[in-house]
């Protein structure tokens, strides 16, 4: 069987991976290639998923750990893409707040699995506005220990990408740039905007024609580093919503802009809030992000939304929310949200919730020296 490319794209909270995601899949198709997806979370029901299984392509899920604590899950799941599609090309997201990527996957499989894959360079998204604070030495909107984590993921990047440029000037995108360079002048820096459409040929043509991948190891303390992922509360939960002739945008909306408020008012940091309603084949998608509250002059665009649910009787909602705070705050506060934004006439039933605060990373190998 042919060799499969796997490229994984990393970065925060938030950078734009799946955005990016969904964005390469489609190019790459459109070049008559068979893309595979794999998404990662600490907890099932992903927004990421459900926006990516759409037109043809093929997802599967690491849910419950991330990549490199479940090394075994990542592998099988990379085999399932090439057995059901013979996938030319696998992207895969790691979680976000995930790093030590180098030494924990991208090294391990380039030992063990490089009769079937072909590893591209690891590449770390980075949204400017969080990035340009951590280049400055500031938190990024951070627990200065979820900073610890982002740096890091700069560190040990191959290739750093620096997301969502159409927010920038010119000047802007190349003051990033040149800044990033020099901070990190090992990795290939380059700018992308998903939503303009610009650099995402330019990153696919670097990650796939390269195979210098995990090219360094971070000396990365892990007691900081598994603070920094603690700091976070996760929720994800789905609800079916029932009601009559309920326009589902404006309860997406109403719940998103609660949510946001009720963030704010308690000065809490948002790592990634996202939202999807579902009304048979349509959906609306809503995002927060980047909740910098000491700096809000810097944010990019902190709540975004796109798709259209639409009217109807019922709705599926799914929120995976990733914010600053104990789970159980987060549990009490999301609820809250819920009674306060939606309509009278809506009944909810909850389908799935889950809170937690991640775990301390374990990951299945972890490498000291780079693979050949
Ligand atoms: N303006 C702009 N916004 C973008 C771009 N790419 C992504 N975004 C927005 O950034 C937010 C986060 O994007 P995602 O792709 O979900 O980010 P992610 O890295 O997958 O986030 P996690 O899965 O939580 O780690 C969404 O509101 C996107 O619409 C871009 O190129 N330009
Ligand atoms: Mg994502």
């Avoid at 990795?187 to 043509?205: F, H, N, P, R, Y």
């Avoid at 809506?346 to 190998?365: A, D, M, S």
């Amino acid at each position: 069987m042919k060799k499969t490319r796997l490229i994984l794209a990393g970065g925060f909270l938030g950078a734009g991976k799946t955005t990016l995601l969904w964005e390469a899949a489609k190019r790459l198709m459109a070049e008559g290639k068979r893309v595979g997806l794999v998404t990662n979370d600490q907890a099932p029901e992903l927004v990421d998923t459900r926006i990516l299984q759409g037109d043809g392509l093929k997802v599967e899920e690491v849910a419950g750990s991330c990549f490199c604590c479940n090394f075994n899950g990542f592998v099988d799941a990379i085999k399932n893409l090439r057995s059901d599609i013979v996938a030319d090309v696998i992207i895969a997201e790691p979680v976000g707040s995930c790093a030590d990527l180098s030494a924990t996957i991208v090294n391990p499989l380039k030992k063990y699995h490089s009769t079937e894959l072909t590893i591209s360079p690891l590449t770390v998204l980075a949204d400017p506005a969080r990035l340009d604070s951590i280049l400055q030495n500031g938190d990024g909107g951070l627990h200065e220990d979820a900073a610890y984590i982002y740096r890091k993921q700069l560190e040990e990047a191959d290739v750093i990408l620096i997301t969502k440029t159409d927010t920038l000037t010119k000047e802007q995108a190349d003051m990033i740039l040149s800044s990033t360079q020099q901070t990190f002048p090992t990795a290939k820096v380059m700018t992308i905007s998903s939503a303009a459409g610009e650099g995402v040929d330019e990153w696919l043509q670097e990650v796939s024609s390269r195979t210098e991948a995990g090219t360094k190891l971070l000396d990365i303390d892990y007691d900081r580093y598994a603070h920094g992922e603690a700091v976070l509360g996760w929720l994800n939960g789905t609800l079916h919503l029932t009601g009559e002739g309920i326009c589902w945008d404006d309860v997406l909306q109403d719940i998103m802009s609660e949510l946001a408020s009720a963030i704010t008012s308690e000065s809490l940091r948002a790592g990634h809030v996202k939202l999807i309603m579902e009304c048979g084949k349509d959906y609306a998608v809503s995002n927060l992000t980047g909740a910098d509250n000491q700096e809000p002059g810097k944010l990019t665009n902190p709540i975004t939304l796109r798709g259209k649910a639409g009217v109807a009787d019922e709705a599926k909602l799914i929120i995976n929310a990733r914010v600053e705070t104990s789970p159980e705050h987060l549990d009490q506060l999301v609820r809250n949200v819920l009674i306060e934004s939606l309509p009278g006439n809506c009944q909810e039933e909850v389908l799935t919730w889950r809170y937690l605060q991640p775990g301390r990373p374990n990951p299945t190998h972890r490498f000291n020296e780079t693979v050949q």
